[in-house]
């Protein structure tokens, strides 16, 4: 499987919006948790931010909305990288309701890798690099894509 699980949950009625759907808040608050968890995936250190020292901004979202959620829902997020250039990581989020496997929103962040102490992008860590490389390659692999999407994040054609 190219897209890996990266968050679980649960439509609580305090996630729902006066039309009793869940809000756009609770959308993003399910994506930014399967943020944290799809970086650690790539061996990103969760304690970084909490020592002062790197950390993760994202600089664009797109969140495409596909269905309903309603209270009592039982959710998941499907994650995986999709392009690479030096400062950033262009990911994507698949939210789906776990009972019907329907897709309920899917989300494409740009995320910039920060040093928090000169407070500027800086490049992304090789390890973390190569493991996201390696996984954006098993994607292409399996959906049958020859296109290069390191250091090509539009993801336009090269031929």
Known sequence: MTDRETYRGVVYPTDCDVMGHMNIAAFVRAFDQATQHFFHQLGSDPSEPLRGEWGWADVKLTIDYLGEA?????????????AL????ITHRHELRNAATERP????????????LRARRAAGLPSALRDAATDWIARVATAEGNDDDPIDNPSGASKG
Not at 70 to 81: E, F, H, M, N
């Open 70 to 82: 309603r209270p009592g829902d039982l959710l998941y997020v499907l994650s995986r990288p999709e």
């Open 85 to 88: 250039s030096r400062r950033t």
């Open 104 to 115: 309920l929103a899917m989300a494409t962040f740009v995320t910039v890798r920060f040093d």
